[in-house]
């Protein structure tokens, strides 16, 4: 069956360190992989777009990296700040179809 | 530029009841997602449309739920008669292109 799988368990760090958030898929063959960041009582804000033949893409203090052979992504924030805690979701762009499928997302908390 | 704009914020009905949520999307996007989140999970997507035209409507439950977008801007999505399973957040987004989605911040159904 087709799957994403992102942690359920909330990612609990200092500020200051590198937050790593992981993505996995199972059975989709994606265009594209985005990140996605959600805080409550809004709806999801695009942060990076990574292509199936790119291995890393930067946007300032954010990083992601994408292994199709693994059908894996991670999410890098560095220096973490209190004001990046918030759910990150990540979703496959399907080609043919362009249908965006999001995995269930992972809770950050950045603690002062 | 203005953000995808959706109305009401929140709504709350008796089983059975109908419902309608309101969309407005980013001016000069011509294709607008409709998706519905529950708690704790990412966005589903229910119906897809490029201009007038519903392009992807194949996870939309058809027998309650419709949507329409009058002259290829904005759209509305009804359910009726509303179910027990329907309470979530029920997502507008809108993009320029296939890439980048820009979500509104939702319409909080609760059915009673």
């Known amino acids: 069956s087709q799957k994403i799988e992102q942690n359920s368990e909330a990612l609990n760090i200092q500020e200051g360190k590198t937050a790593t958030l992981t993505c996995n898929y199972t059975?989709?063959?994606?265009?594209?992989l985005q990140w996605y960041r959600q805080d409550p009582g809004r709806g999801p804000v695009f942060l990076l777009l990574?292509?199936?033949?790119?291995k890393e893409k930067r946007k300032e203090r954010l990083k992601v990296t994408f292994d199709t052979t693994l059908k894996q992504s991670l999410f890098h924030i560095t220096a973490s700040q209190p004001a990046d805690s918030a759910t990150y979701l990540c979703a496959l762009l399907m080609d043919s179809s362009y249908k965006l499928i999001f995995g269930s997302g992972t809770r950050l908390l950045v603690r002062p | 530029e203005a953000g995808v704009v959706q109305s009401p914020r929140y709504k709350i009905i008796e089983k059975k009841q109908p419902v309608a949520f309101w969309c407005n999307p980013i001016?000069?996007?011509?294709?607008l997602y409709w998706y519905r989140q529950n708690l704790g999970q990412g966005p589903e997507l229910l119906i897809r449309y490029e201009n007038e035209e519903a392009v992807d409507d194949s996870q939309l439950p058809k027998d309650r739920f419709s949507a329409e977008r009058l002259k290829g801007v904005d759209s509305t999505l009804k359910i009726q008669p509303a179910e027990l399973g329907d309470s979530a957040v029920y997502l507008c987004a809108s993009s320029r292109d296939a890439e980048t989605q820009y979500f509104g911040p939702g319409t909080r159904l609760l059915v009673l």
């Open positions: 059975n989709y063959s994606p265009a594209y």
């Open positions: 001016s000069g996007h011509n294709t």
């Open positions: 990574i292509r199936e033949n790119e």
